[in-house]
Antibody, heavy 118, light 106 residues
Framework: QVQLVESGGGLVKPGGSLRLSCEAS????????MSWIRQAPGKGLEWVSY????????YYADSVKGRFTISRDNAKNSLYLQMNSLRAEDTAVYYC???????????WGQGTLVTVSS | SFELTQPPSVSVSPGQTASIICSGD??????ASWYQQKPGQSPVLVIY???KRPSGIPERFSGSNSGNTATLTISGTQAVDEADYYC?????????FGTGTKVTVL
């Protein structure tokens, strides 16, 4: 079964760090460009970061640039998002999603909730 | 920066046609996709590359893209189609999502 499963979300204080993981099954992760997308409570979808099949290039939304780092381990069929200097406005459900290179997401994970609060 | 704008809400009667507009500068020069999201669930791709339907998506979903506007059309709308819908395009190394439209089936 083709699926993506995120993990690593939780409650963290402002200024803290968190690392999200996304494990792929049923397909070869290295064949796909991968992204993280987030959705704040009651809000719309916001693209966060993208990583190409080989790990370069990488792109970030301006809202997270310099604070978040995307990476992948194709051998482990996994995608990661290291989030530092977290702010209240980073509170959201974080989804990972795959793109075959055509600019759209064919499969999404179920999401993991990140709450930034003191 | 490139932005995509959608109406906040669209209401439709069962069996009728719902049209959701997505507006952006020269959007017709890009490839538009559409996602359906029901409460508490992850988004699901319903249209990609302007007009194509993924396997498993009902034929009542169709798309078009020209000029500054992409349109998602749901023909013969059913109660199960009640959801939020987001358009999306790729521009200048960014995936851009629309503001989202809540479709209510009355």
């Amino acid at each position: 079964q083709v699926q993506l499963v995120e993990s690593g979300g939780g409650l963290v204080k402002p200024g803290g760090s968190l690392r999200l993981s996304c494990e792929a099954s049923g397909f070869i992760l290295s064949d796909y460009y991968m992204s993280w997308i987030r959705q704040a409570p009651g809000k719309g979808l916001e693209w966060v970061s993208y990583i190409s099949t080989s790990g370069s290039p990488i792109y970030y939304a301006d809202s997270v640039k310099g604070r978040f780092t995307i990476s992948r381990d194709n051998a482990k069929n996994s995608l990661y998002l290291q989030m530092n200097s977290l702010r209240a406005e980073d509170t959201a459900v974080y989804y990972c999603a795959r793109d075959l290179g055509s600019g759209y997401y064919s499969i999404w994970g179920q999401g993991t909730l990140v709450t930034v609060s003191s | 920066s490139f932005e995509l704008t959608q109406p906040p809400s669209v209401s439709v009667s069962p069996g009728q046609t719902a049209s959701i507009i997505c507006s952006g500068d020269n959007l017709g020069d890009k490839s538009a996709s559409w996602y359906q999201q029901k409460p508490g669930q992850s988004p699901v791709l319903v249209i990609y590359q302007d007009t194509k339907r993924p396997s498993g998506i009902p034929e009542r979903f169709s798309g078009s893209n020209s000029g500054n506007t992409a349109t998602l059309t749901i023909s013969g709308t059913q109660a199960v189609d009640e959801a939020d819908y987001y358009c999306q395009a790729w521009d200048s190394n960014n995936y851009v999502f629309g503001t989202g439209t809540k479709v209510t089936v009355l």
